[in-house]
């Protein structure tokens, strides 16, 4: 049986959903982070997962509504103040991926703190890929590399990443089947699942249901039974 060690989630449909009831698309941002906040806790509880890594701001999400963005960064921020508690209880520790840099002063701060404060937990790593595209990623990993002498093995490359562990079961909601530039290298190996259920609807029960079908997945690595 498969273990669902580390998951990685594509949360889509924050938009449609607000819009669905007529609300304003940040509702349904608003609403997205109550689910990161339930999934994470689901995480936290469950045996076999290690690692959940949340795709929550592309590095093509710059290019969304001033206004739109102002909002996912305020929210982003609360939502970290938020959580630090709840981290430090539920023993997670908080690992961001992504190039945070471009981000506002008070933001990385934040991050840094939440990350420096949970650096002890040895539960579940939630985390956050912020400014995080796969290519971005690979780009400056390939710029960190480029004075190495020798040659660059597989291992030393997946080291430089921002996320240096294999994703085993990657799941988008939202209805789209594509990866938009998320961890296209660690997922080399991982079952995707798609959900039509929009990101705000998700719930830990759905997330338990497409373990139990990845558990009986038959996976070879390119091996034979
Ligand atoms: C996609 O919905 C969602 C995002 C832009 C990223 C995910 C953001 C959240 C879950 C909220 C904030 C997260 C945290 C960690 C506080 P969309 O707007 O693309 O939806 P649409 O496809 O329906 O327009």
């Known amino acids: 049986m498969n273990s669902a060690t580390h998951i990685a989630i594509i949360m889509d449909g924050n938009g449609r959903w607000a819009e669905l009831q007529g609300k304003k698309r940040v509702k349904g ?4 982070a109550k689910v990161v906040k339930n999934i994470t806790t689901f995480c936290s509880n469950h045996p076999d997962i290690e690692r959940l890594t949340l795709y929550a701001f592309s590095t093509e999400n710059w290019k969304r509504p001033r206004l739109e963005v102002e909002f996912l960064m305020k929210l982003l921020n609360s939502y970290l103040k938020n959580e630090l508690p709840v ?3 539920n023993n997670v520790r908080f690992e961001p991926i992504g190039d945070v840099r471009a981000f506002s002063k008070q933001l990385q701060k934040t991050i840094k703190i939440v990350q420096e404060d949970t650096a002890h937990c040895d539960g579940l790593v939630q985390s956050l890929a912020l400014n995080y595209g796969s290519q971005d990623e690979i780009l400056r990993a390939m710029n960190k590399l480029k004075n190495t002498e020798g040659e660059i093995t597989q291992e030393m490359f ?3 990443l921002d996320c240096k562990y294999n ?3 990657l799941i988008r909601t939202g209805g789209d089947h594509r990866l938009s530039n998320y ?4 997922a080399a190996y991982a079952e995707l699942f798609f959900t039509d259920t929009l990101w705000p609807d998700f719930t830990p029960q759905d997330l338990e249901k497409i373990i139990k ?3 009986k ?3 070879r690595f390119g091996g034979l039974k």
């Open 87 to 89: 981290y430090l209880k």
């Open 213 to 215: 079908k990845f558990t």
């Open 158 to 160: 997946s080291n430089t």
């Open 217 to 219: 997945v038959e996976r």
């Open 29 to 32: 941002h608003e609403a997205g």
């Open 167 to 169: 994703v085993d079961l």
């Open 183 to 186: 961890l296209l290298w660690q």
